[in-house]
C-alpha cells in the first residue's frame, strides 16, 4: 500500500550535505519514496498521514552497536572497561540462546523507539551456533535494518577455576558462519538484515588474517568492522596493520578510534573508510575524546559516524550521541581558549554537523548511502517524524528544525519512524511484531501471534531476574583479573 506523508517539514541534504528544511509531501510506494512534492496525485487506496507541522528527518545510522545487552542495563554505567569485559563473559555460560533472542529484540525496539532504522550490530555473542541464529531471529523480528556483524570470541569454559578456551576458531565458527551466509533471510537483496563479520583478533598471524577476510568475503560477506583503540604511543596502530595488509579499504569500519594519531585518520581518508564513534561509552571508558571533532585531527569528521556501543552503560538514541560529540568537543574548545585567555567568538562545529554524523555519514560508513541516510526520490522510505508540539520542542522547532533534534529533542518527541516505508513505531508507541524463529529446516520463519512492546519487556525482565541471580557465583573479581593477563599480552 502506498503512503502520503502530507504537510511536513522534510530534511533535504544537498550539496557539501547542507539539510535545508523543506515543506514538501513525500510518496511512498512500497520500500521507497517515489516523489517529493506539493501537488502529488495519488492512487485512491493510499493511506494519506497528516504531518502537518511535523519535521521528516532521514531514520538515524547507527554504526556500531551490541544489541544483545539489554539485560544488563543498569549493571555498567559506572563501570570501567575491564569489568564490563569481565562481567558478559562470564555471562556467557549462562546465557540460553532464547535469552539473547529477546535481549536483540528489546534492543532493536529500543533503537527503532529513538529513530534509529539502521544499526550495525557488533554480535560478539557467538558462543554457540544457537545463540547466533536466535540473535538473528531477534533482529529480523523487530523490522530494522540490519547488518549483523558474527563474531568470534573469547569463550570462557570454566569460571571456578577460571578457564578460557584458547581455541579462538574451532571448526564450527567458520562452518556456521558460511551456513548463515547462504540463509535466504540474510542473503536476499530484499532482507533488511545482512550479514556482516565483526573481528578482533589482529594478533593472529598475517597470512591467517589475510586468508580469513579472503574468505569470508567468497562468501558475499562485505561489511567487517573491529573495535580500535591506542591506549599510548606505544600500542599497535591497527589502521595501519590493516593497510599493511592490504585490507584497508571502505569494506573495514573501525569502533571508537580513541587515540588514533594523525597518521590513522590520513589512511582513513586515503581509503575511504570510517569510524564509528560512540561519544558516550568512549567518554565513560577512557578512550575519548572522539576523534570526530577533535581539532587535533585534521579530517577526524570526515571519516566519522555515530555508534552507540554498550546501551546497558547509556542510551540507545543516536541523538544523544550527537549531542555528547557536539558539546563535549565545544568544551574542550572552551577549556584550551581559557587556559590561552583568549575568547572564543565562533561556535566550534555546528548543529548540522553532528546531525550528520548520524545520517548521512553513517550510511557511508555503511556503504548504504545510495539507499539511506538521507530523503531523495529513489531512496529507502526510512524515515523519523518529529512531533513539533512537545514541550521540548516548541519554538526550536518552527525556528530551526536541525537544531531542535540536535539540542532539544528526546525519544518522547519520536512520534513516528518507518523502515521500507513501514511504520515500526507510529502516534507515539512502537508497533507490535510477529516473532520470527528458527526452523528445523534451517530457515526463518514467522509465528502468527504478535507481540506487544509489554509483552517483549516481561519476557526480558525474566531474563534480568536469572543473570541477578547467577551473578553471585561468577567470580567476576578473578575474572576480571585473568582478562587484565591477557590483553597484557596483546
Known amino acids: 500500500m502506498s503512503k502520503l506523508l502530507k504537510g511536513g ?30 501537488d502529488i496525485s495519488v492512487p485512491p487506496d493510499c493511506e494519506v498521514i497528516d504531518c502537518t507541522g511535523k519535521i521528516i528527518s ?9 544489541l ?15 569489568e564490563y569485559l569481565a562481567g558478559i563473559n562470564a555471562l556467557a555460560l549462562e546465557l540460553t540462546p532464547q535469552d539473547i533472542f529477546w535481549g536483540n529484540l528489546s534492543g532493536c525496539m529500543e533503537a527503532l523507539d529513538a529513530g534509529t532504522t539502521t544499526v550495525l550490530d557488533h554480535a560478539h555473542l557467538n558462543w554457540t551456533p544457537k545463540h547466533s541464529k536466535a540473535a538473528i531471529g531477534g533482529t529480523l523480528t523487530s523490522g530494522i535494518r540490519s547488518i549483523f556483524a558474527y563474531s568470534p570470541v573469547f569463550r570462557m569454559k570454566s569460571v571456578k577455576p577460571i578457564e578460557i578456551d584458547e581455541e579462538l576458531f574451532p571448526a564450527w565458527v567458520m562452518d556456521e558462519l558460511e551456513s548463515l551466509s547462504k540463509t535466504p533471510a540474510l542473503s536476499d537483496p530484499s532482507s533488511r538484515v545482512k550479514l556482516g563479520f565483526g573481528f578482533d583478533f589482529w594478533f593472529l598471524p598475517k597470512g591467517f588474517v589475510v586468508g580469513l577476510f579472503e574468505k569470508i568475503r567468497s562468501w558475499g560477506i562485505e561489511t567487517v568492522t573491529t573495535h580500535n583503540v591506542r591506549w599510548s604511543n606505544k600500542t599497535e596502530s591497527l589502521v595501519k596493520k590493516a593497510h599493511d595488509y592490504g585490507l584497508l579499504d571502505r569494506r573495514l569500519i573501525f569502533s571508537h578510534a580513541g587515540g588514533a594519531s594523525q597518521e590513522d585518520i590520513d589512511l ?3 581509503s575511504d573508510s570510517y569510524v564509528a564513534v560512540t561519544p558516550n561509552t568512549e567518554q565513560a571508558m577512557c578512550v575519548g575524546p572522539s576523534v570526530c571533532f577533535n581539532k587535533d585531527l585534521v579530517g577526524g569528521d570526515r571519516v566519522s559516524a555515530l555508534g552507540i556501543d554498550c546501551h546497558c552503560a547509556t542510551s540507545s538514541n543516536i541523538v544523544n550521541e550527537m549531542r555528547l560529540a557536539l558539546q563535549s568537543a565545544r568544551g574542550l574548545d572552551s577549556a584550551e581558549h581559557r587556559r590561552n585567555g583568549t575568547t572564543p567568538y565562533v561556535s566550534f562545529h555546528t548543529s548540522d554537523e553532528a546531525f550528520n554524523l548520524g545520517t548521512i555519514q553513517g550510511a557511508r560508513a555503511l556503504n548504504m548511502e545510495k539507499d539511506i541516510g538521507s530523503i531523495a526520490v529513489g531512496k529507502k522510505a526510512d524515515l523519523v517524524i518529529f512531533d513539533t508540539l512537545t514541550p521540548a520542542m516548541l519554538a526550536a522547532a518552527q525556528k530551526a528544525p536541525v ?88
Not at 412 to 430: H, Q, S, T
Open 403 to 490: 537544531m531542535a533534534i540536535v539540542l532539544h529533542s528526546s525519544v518522547a518527541d519520536v512520534d513516528a519512524v518507518l523502515v521500507d516505508g513501514e511504520f515500526r513505531k507510529r502516534d507515539g508507541k512502537l508497533i507490535d511484531v510477529a516473532l520470527v524463529d528458527w526452523d528445523t529446516q534451517g530457515t526463518f520463519t514467522r509465528k502468527g501471534s504478535l507481540s506487544s512492546w509489554r509483552d517483549v519487556g516481561r519476557e526480558l525482565l525474566a531474563v534480568q531476574e536469572k543473570v541477578d541471580a547467577v551473578l553471585p557465583r561468577l567470580n567476576l573479581v578473578e575474572v576480571e583479573e585473568s582478562f587484565k593477563q591477557k590483553f597484557a599480552q596483546f
Open 68 to 82: 544483545w545487552q539489554t539485560m544488563l542495563k543498569g549493571m555498567y554505567g559506572d563501570s570501567q572497561f575491564l
Open 58 to 66: 532521514p531514520g538515524f545510522v547507527d554504526a556500531h552497536h551490541h
Open 268 to 270: 582513513l581518508l586515503q
Open 9 to 38: 517539514i522534510v530534511l533535504i541534504h544537498g550539496e557539501g550535505d547542507k539539510v535545508t528544511p523543506t515543506k514538501t509531501d513525500v510518496f511512498i510506494q512500497g520500500d521507497r519514496i517515489v516523489s517529493l512534492d506539493n
